[in-house]
């Protein structure tokens, strides 16, 4: 069995052909996963859909094979090509499935590098994947070293403080177009985490912010989370509010676009509208001469200034993954070593208990002296068994580890694996 990672992004599809892989319901991604572990090939699968990206991180006993069913179910529900899919997919095996996952993880691979969004939309497939029984042990253990990973970035570099995440961006932006921010009316549509974000960004801009959403309870619990005074307006008046605000940015979680030519007004102002749903919010044949509209791939241009002033530290992040991947394969080996060590020596002392007994037994060791032989025998067998057991954890680094292990299992070990392995990590945000 292997890691795979199936991988799309804005690296390889522009925002058309994302929105068209993104799952928008819970219902939709269970019943994707639960198809793909139909076949013999897949046994554990976690599915992350976000606004950039959708990653398929499974376990395969056959990459070729699980690769091509998930992309052709992949085409089927996108109605995109199989071959089109195929061709830019980015796929990963083995320790390259495990720096991808990593990666992804530290927000490395964000169109925002240092994003601090990302980790946690992992944790909530993975405990998504997990609630429904789609994942085990083995996808527990990789999670587990993926959050720590992303854990060790945080701390050892700035990647994750300031301005960096799309919703900062957007903001960002919006505040380079309208000059001084301060005062100027704000739109924000939606309730989610990216309104969340959008919210707290626009407050600390100067911006006078509004929200609405057709949830209006969940737009109020919103606005009454921030100290700042934060109107809410009910959703009826959508076309109203976006005649008068100067910025709107909009981040639903709608499976088709909300604002379209015929519910868009025209207005006497200048209007800045930032789409930072995928699929988009916003229709794309929108255009009046008093109107720019953003999508995620509009603001590249600040991305590409954010990666170039964190370059440095993205290299740092890097190494940090580079190490971290090694570090998680050694473990994993470690998992299957370290049983091997222990069980030596419980059936060596399984051996001293028996023969030591059937000595008395037969008498030739007085009871009394028991204690002491056994201790004397317990001696011989740590002193023999410690250059044996020094070597088994070199060979951790070994290229033929798997089968020195496998050798050495077969000939004085059981293999019991943990199915209750946890990860520490899960519950963190």
């Given at each position: ?8 992004s804005?690296?390889n ?19 994707f996963?639960?198809k ?13 859909s976000?606004?950039?990206?959708v ?10 094979q ?15 090509d199989?071959?089109?899919l ?6 990963y ?21 240092g ?7 992992l ?5 998504f994947?997990?609630?429904f029984?789609f994942?085990?042990?083995?996808m527990?253990k ?23 995440s799309?919703?900062?961006t957007?903001?960002a932006k ?6 001084d921010?301060k005062?100027?009316?704000a ?23 509004t929200?609405?959403?057709r949830?209006?309870k969940?737009?109020?619990n919103?606005?009454?989370s921030?100290?700042a005074?934060i109107?809410?307006?009910p ?6 509010l976006l ?5 709107m940015?909009t981040?639903?979680?709608a499976?088709?676009?909300i ?6 007004p025209?207005?006497?102002i ?5 789409d930072?749903a ?23 241009e ?5 990666m170039?002033?964190?370059s440095a530290?993205a ?7 580079g ?13 299957d070593?370290e ?5 030596l020596?419980l059936?060596?002392d399984?051996?001293?208990e028996?023969?030591v007994?059937?000595a008395?037994?037969?008498g ?5 002296h028991?204690?002491n032989?056994?201790?004397?025998c317990?001696t ?6 410690h ?9 951790l ?12 299992q ?14 520490e990590?899960i519950s963190k945000?």
């Amino acid at each position: 069995m292997s890691y795979l990672v199936i991988s799309f992004s804005h690296k390889n599809l522009d925002i058309k052909q994302r929105e068209k892989l993104a799952f928008n319901s819970d219902e939709e991604k269970a019943r994707f996963i639960k198809k793909l572990l139909e076949t013999q090939t897949t046994s554990e699968l976690v599915l992350l859909s976000t606004c950039n990206r959708v990653e398929i991180i499974a376990k395969s006993s056959n990459i070729k094979q699980s690769s091509k069913n998930i992309i052709e179910n992949l085409a089927s529900y996108s109605s995109l090509d199989f071959e089109f899919l195929y061709d830019r997919a980015d796929i990963y095996d083995g320790d390259g499935a495990v720096h991808h996952l990593f990666s992804v993880a530290s927000a490395l691979d964000s169109l925002v590098i240092g994003e601090t969004q990302i980790v946690g939309q992992l944790k909530d497939a993975f405990r998504f994947s997990q609630s429904f029984g789609f994942c085990g042990e083995a996808m527990s253990k990789v999670m587990h070293y993926a959050f720590k990973c992303a854990a060790q970035v945080r701390t050892a570099t700035s990647l994750g403080t300031g301005s960096v995440s799309v919703a900062s961006t957007a903001v960002a932006k919006a505040k380079e177009l309208v000059g001084d921010s301060k005062g100027v009316n704000a739109l924000v549509i939606g309730a989610g985490l990216m309104s969340e974000l959008a919210v707290k960004h626009l407050i600390s801009s100067g911006f006078d912010v509004t929200i609405t959403s057709r949830d209006i309870k969940k737009a109020q619990n919103l606005a009454d989370s921030f100290e700042a005074s934060i109107k809410v307006e009910p959703y009826s008046k959508l076309e109203e509010l976006l005649e008068i605000m100067p910025v709107m940015i909009t981040a639903t979680s709608a499976p088709y676009p909300i604002i379209t030519q015929e519910n868009t007004p025209s207005s006497s102002i200048s209007r800045y509208w930032f789409d930072i749903a995928v699929p988009r919010d916003i229709d794309e044949n929108i255009s009046m001469f008093d109107l720019d509209i953003y999508s995620v791939d509009d603001l590249q241009e600040i991305v590409n200034s954010n990666m170039t002033q964190r370059s440095a530290q993205a290299k740092e992040a890097y190494s940090i993954v580079g190490r971290s991947t090694l570090e998680f394969f050694d473990w994993l080996k470690s998992l299957d070593i370290e049983p091997i060590i222990k069980n030596l020596y419980l059936k060596g002392d399984s051996i001293i208990e028996k023969k030591v007994q059937n000595a008395i037994k037969k008498g030739f060791i007085p009871k009394e002296h028991e204690d002491n032989i056994k201790k004397l025998c317990q001696t011989i067998m740590t002193e023999y068994l410690h250059n044996p057991s020094k070597q088994l954890k070199n060979i951790l680094r070994n290229m033929e580890c798997d089968l020195v292990v496998s050798s050495v299992q077969s000939m004085f070990t059981k293999q019991n694996s943990d199915t209750n392995f946890k990860c520490e990590h899960i519950s963190k945000n």
